[in-house]
């Protein structure tokens, strides 16, 4: 249904740095050499001490640092359903353009209307300088949790095949793993580019590229499930778990074996579940 043609706000403190900036009008241009976020903050920080907090800080040289550069963000849509494909995107911007971004309204894909998801939609993709979407059917998904491996790690290797793919200057991933760190060692043995990268929970809530990925894979996402839903002829709900629609639609779908085969994860707890009860009540008929 619909076809493809990091966040820091700068703040009245914000800007309050910029003044204390130009007071140290050596400090910066020192640390535009460095190569890391962090050692900058190091190189700055003795020049501000007792002025303001190390997170502000970090946050305002990661945004001295990164202006004008290409900004890759990376989130999901459809990790947890028992339904359909999980949605991958990468959207890359001009750092600089991440302002047009806040003006439209773009933020985390959970915050907003389904509806509202949908009017920026086209407006993102005018915005992005590139756009990268990879869908992982449930037949890939069951394939890798046969061989024993997991979601994290299955995401891990996608990221780093879009980030190979789009070759940003920054990469901002929001990362499933509650450990980033060991999430973007990882991920790191894929990559062939290698930009700034930064591995963080909740990106999709602080980094607006990150926001603007979300909204796009929820999108691409839902246009999925309201395909499956005209090709079975039958409502199939939000494909989670939690929704009685969905579970109806899985009950269903094990005595149909194409359905099953092209829109049901059969590794998931709640399919197992569903199939038992289902074995159990067949039984007890006879």
Not at 18 to 37: C, D, E, I, M, Y
């Amino acid at each position: 249904m619909f076809a493809l043609k990091s966040d820091v706000k700068m703040t009245g403190s914000f800007s309050h740095l910029g003044r204390l900036a130009s007071r140290f009008s050596g400090a910066f241009t020192s640390v535009t050499t460095r190569k890391t976020t962090k050692r900058a903050t190091r190189v700055i920080s003795s020049k501000f001490r007792g002025f303001i907090t190390i997170s502000y800080l970090k946050q305002w040289v990661f945004l001295k640092i990164n202006m004008g550069k290409l900004v890759l963000g990376i989130d999901e849509s459809g990790r947890g359903p028992v339904v359909g494909d999980m949605v991958i995107v990468g959207a890359m911007f001009d750092k600089d353009d991440e302002e047009k971004l806040k003006r439209i309204g773009v933020k985390d894909s959970k915050l907003l209307s389904a509806k509202r998801r949908e009017e920026l939609y086209p407006h993102i993709l005018n915005i992005a300088k590139k756009i990268k979407v990879v869908s992982i059917p449930p037949q890939e998904i069951d394939q890798r949790f046969a061989v024993n491996s997991n979601l994290n790690n299955m995401e891990a290797v996608k990221f780093a095949e879009i980030v190979n793919e789009l070759r940003p200057e920054i990469a901002i991933i929001d990362t499933p793993s509650a450990n980033t760190e060991n999430f973007k060692r990882y991920l790191s043995q894929f990559l062939d580019h290698f930009p700034v990268l930064n591995c963080e929970n909740y990106a999709d809530k602080n980094h607006v590229s990150v926001s603007a990925a979300s909204i796009v894979a929820k999108v691409l996402r839902d246009s999925k499930i309201r395909d499956i839903e005209i090709e079975v002829g039958m409502p199939i709900g939000i494909g989670y778990p939690s929704d009685p629609v969905t579970l109806g639609f899985v009950e269903k779908a094990l005595d149909n074996k194409e359905w099953l085969k092209k829109y049901i994860r059969k590794s998931w707890l709640t399919f197992q579940r569903i199939k038992e009860e289902k074995e159990q009540k067949r039984l007890g008929d006879f």
